[in-house]
C-alpha cells in the first residue's frame, strides 16, 4: 500500500487526513456476525446472498457512524472503465456523487477470485472513502497513512483479527509506503 502525494490544493484537509490515525468501531458482535455472512455467501458462491449481506455490512456501519447509507454492487469481474484518478483501485471503487461502492469478485489481470480477506477488506476500504466525504467533510478521499490506518481498524474489527501496528517507510515526494515484514513483525 502507497500513499498519494499531497495534492496542490486542500492541503490542510490532507494533512488531517493523514494524522486521523484510528477511529470508533462498533464494539458489539453484529458488525463480525455479517461480515461471516459474507464470507459463507462467498463460499457457496450465492450472489444475491452475498449482495444482501454486504448491503447489510455497510447499512450497519452507515447507521453506527449516522451517515447516509450508501449503495452497493457486487460485480463478477472489474468494469471495463474505471475512473482514472482511482486506479490504484484493484477490488472496488467508490463514486461520492452517487455513494455507490462497487466491489468485484475477480481480480483484473489474472481472473482470480478475490479471497475473503481482500474482498471483505475491499469493502471497509471503499467505505472508508464515504467517511471521508459523509463524515469528516472532507472535499476529495486520499489515499493518506491515516486513511489505510482507518480501514485497517476497521477491518480488523469487522473479522475479529488483533490490529497489527503499520510500519510506514518514506519513499519519497512525501509519500509513504507500508514495510509488512516490519508491520507482521510488529517493530
Ligand atoms: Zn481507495
Not at 489481470?109 to 471483505?120: H, P
Not at 472513502?129 to 476497521?154: I, N, Q
Not at 474489527?157 to 509488512?180: M, N
Amino acid at each position: 500500500m502507497v500513499t498519494e502525494s499531497p495534492p496542490r490544493t486542500h492541503r490542510a484537509e490532507f494533512l488531517e487526513s493523514d494524522r486521523i490515525k484510528t477511529i470508533d468501531v462498533p464494539q458489539d458482535q453484529h458488525l463480525p456476525l455479517i461480515a461471516e455472512s459474507i464470507e459463507l455467501a462467498m463460499k457457496s458462491d450465492k450472489a444475491p446472498e452475498l449482495r444482501r449481506a454486504c448491503s447489510e455490512f455497510l447499512k450497519h456501519l452507515s447507521e453506527f457512524y449516522k451517515v447516509p447509507n450508501c449503495e452497493v454492487r457486487v460485480l463478477a469481474a472489474r468494469p471495463p472503465h474505471v475512473r482514472e484518478s482511482w486506479s490504484m483501485e484493484l477490488f472496488g471503487d467508490y463514486s461520492p456523487d452517487t455513494m455507490l461502492i462497487r466491489v468485484w469478485r475477480q481480480t483484473a489481470v489474472r481472473k482470480e477470485i478475490t479471497s475473503y480477506g481482500t474482498f471483505l477488506s475491499t469493502l471497509c476500504h471503499e467505505f472508508c472513502h464515504h467517511l471521508d466525504f459523509e463524515k469528516f467533510g472532507f472535499p476529495d478521499s486520499w489515499h493518506t497513512r491515516g486513511f489505510y490506518e482507518r480501514a485497517a481498524v476497521l477491518y480488523h474489527r469487522a473479522r475479529g483479527t488483533p490490529l497489527k501496528k503499520l510500519v510506514w517507510v518514506p519513499i519519497g515526494r512525501q509519500r509513504w509506503r507500508i514495510d509488512w515484514q516490519r508491520t507482521s513483525r510488529g517493530r
